[in-house]
């Protein structure tokens, strides 16, 4: 089983539509970070998280919200989705002392 | 600052040597990773470097860290198809806490 677990791995949806990505992790790890990766523009944090109780906005969080649901949980949801969210998204955990990420494998989201 | 930069495409024959390059900001980033991802898949990290390091080899890989100018780079040996990727360094800078990616390397190795 992958250490980090995202679903879905792929989503079409319409605009304005709400949609919520979920993502899980058996790795124990306390910090947790949702990317988004686009051509060219390699990977821009989006949130956050170094806690159940911690929340923080990245470079592009406008947009978008999360939730810290439990240790192993960080769902991200767009609210009202658009078409220049189509990108794949990645969510990740580190470790406190090495800042090793690990990431899971991605959902590609696509709004029409 | 946190501007990690990386140049955006490499092609190399299968068993040259490819050498990936990468140029950060911050001097007192405590790590500096290598990560590698494959089409369709997640990053995965493929080799770290503490800072107080000039060298770090493992097995066909080579990291070199120049503190001075602030330069990373990857060496792959022998590159394999295998080894056609997106290559991403990266930093943690002082007091940030979280990882800032450079933009990526595309490598393509020519059987």
């Known amino acids: 089983d992958a250490d980090v677990t995202q679903t879905p791995r792929n989503r079409i949806t319409k605009t304005g539509k709400r949609i919520m990505l979920e993502c899980s992790q058996t790795?124990?790890?306390?910090?947790m970070y949702w990317y988004r990766q686009d051509p060219g523009l390699g990977l821009r944090l989006i949130y956050y998280s170094f806690d159940v109780k911690d929340i923080n906005k990245g470079e592009i969080s406008d947009g978008y919200s999360v939730s810290r649901q439990a240790q192993a949980k960080f769902s991200l949801s767009l609210e009202s989705a658009i078409p220049n969210q189509t990108a794949l998204y990645f969510c990740?955990?580190?470790?406190?002392?090495?800042?090793?990420?690990?990431f899971g494998q991605g959902t590609r989201l696509t709004v029409v | 600052g946190e501007d990690v930069e990386q140049s955006l495409f490499l092609s190399v024959r299968e068993g040259d040597s490819s050498v990936i390059n990468c140029t950060y900001t911050?001097?007192?980033?405590?790590?500096l990773y290598w990560y590698k991802q494959e089409p369709g898949a997640g990053l995965q990290l493929l080799t770290y470097?503490?800072?107080?390091?000039d060298m770090k080899q493992d097995q066909r890989l080579t990291v070199l860290l120049n503190k001075k100018d602030k330069h990373l780079s990857l060496r792959i040996a022998d590159t394999q198809t295998g080894d056609s990727a997106i290559y991403f360094c990266a930093e943690i800078p002082y007091g940030n806490n979280r990882l800032a990616f450079g933009k990526g390397n595309q490598v393509v190795v020519i059987p």
């Open positions: 911050d001097s007192s980033s405590t790590y």
């Open positions: 990740a955990t580190s470790d406190t002392g090495t800042g090793k990420a690990f």
């Open positions: 470097i503490f800072s107080n390091m």
């Open positions: 790795k124990g790890h306390d910090r």
